[in-house]
């Protein structure tokens, strides 16, 4: 009991002097305590989460992972405690990482860090993982460690390859066909075109230099080449509003040509998209 009142966590040492004296000693344990209780929360949250975490202690060894962690590295606890981050990563991907912590350590660092790294299981192939670093809790130039959490993202880069793999077969296509193409997403940015589309409408298009373009801005660059320019651009802005298939829509270029241009929406994963076929 403290003399303002309140009571505190204390442990008693009793010791006995030559003299056959006690000697007894009070250390207050309330700060001891509240840390081991924080520590026991955030071992009893981190067991609930799924994914992977670690702790580093300030010499940049494993001093907790959680069972998850285990499961995804393939080593017991008693091998990964006290081990190395060399034990699932290469020299390369722990110099990375060190440089990610550096700049959490400096005066204006940001709060976590988030980075690609690839961890070595004990068995099989490298997993491609995001790591979410952030600092323990210090004061001063105490460092106590750091902490990290790995997310598995092997099946978003397995679909980013097959996305890349199935972008190129539509490019190689849209490339081929015998009439104007042009892709643009629900922003208006443009996401493909090709050479036929400039040569359909008379006018000179690097189909690698529009993407990315806006497509209303592209759209008034090129309405001079119709007899009526503003139901040109008019047209395009009833078309995306209605979002419906149009088909064979006459257009009247200056130069005497009638071409056809056909409308078509649909959803990519992103969003909505516009397709524009121009013959």
Not at 258 to 268: P, W
Request: glycine share 6%; charged share 30%; proline share 4%.
């Amino acid at each position: 009991l403290r003399a303002d009142g309140t009571t505190f966590v204390e442990d008693h040492t009793v010791a006995q002097t030559d003299t056959s004296e006690l000697v007894c000693s009070v250390r207050d344990r309330s700060v001891e305590q509240e840390q081991e209780m924080a520590l026991t929360q955030f071992r009893t949250l981190v067991e609930t989460l799924n994914d992977p975490v670690y702790v580093l202690d300030e010499t940049g060894h494993f001093e907790y992972v959680n069972d998850a962690f285990i499961e995804i590295v393939g080593y017991d606890r008693e091998r990964i405690i006290g081990a190395s981050p060399t034990l699932i990563k290469s020299s390369e991907v722990v110099d990375r990482s060190e440089d990610h912590l550096g700049r959490l350590l400096s005066s204006n660092g940001p709060d976590s860090e988030q980075f690609e790294i690839e961890v070595q299981p004990a068995k099989g192939d490298p997993i491609p993982c995001e790591d979410h670093m952030g600092v323990l809790p210090y004061e001063g130039e105490s460092f106590e460690g750091s902490v990290g959490i790995l997310r598995d993202i092997s099946e978003r880069k397995k679909r980013k390859q097959e996305l890349e793999q199935t972008n190129t077969v539509l490019r190689n296509i849209v490339e081929n066909l015998p009439m104007g193409v042009l892709v643009e997403d629900a922003e208006r940015d443009i996401l493909m075109a090709n050479d036929q589309l400039g040569e359909t409408l008379g006018v000179p298009i690097d189909s690698e230099e529009v993407i990315g373009r806006d497509c209303a801005t592209a759209a008034e660059e090129f309405k001079s080449r119709f007899t009526d320019p503003e139901a040109f651009i008019e047209a395009i802005s009833e078309r995306l509003e209605q979002r419906e298939l149009v088909q064979n829509e006459e257009l009247h270029l200056t130069d005497g040509r009638v071409i056809e241009r056909d409308y078509v929406s649909y959803t990519l994963p992103d969003g909505e998209a516009n397709l524009w076929l121009y013959r």
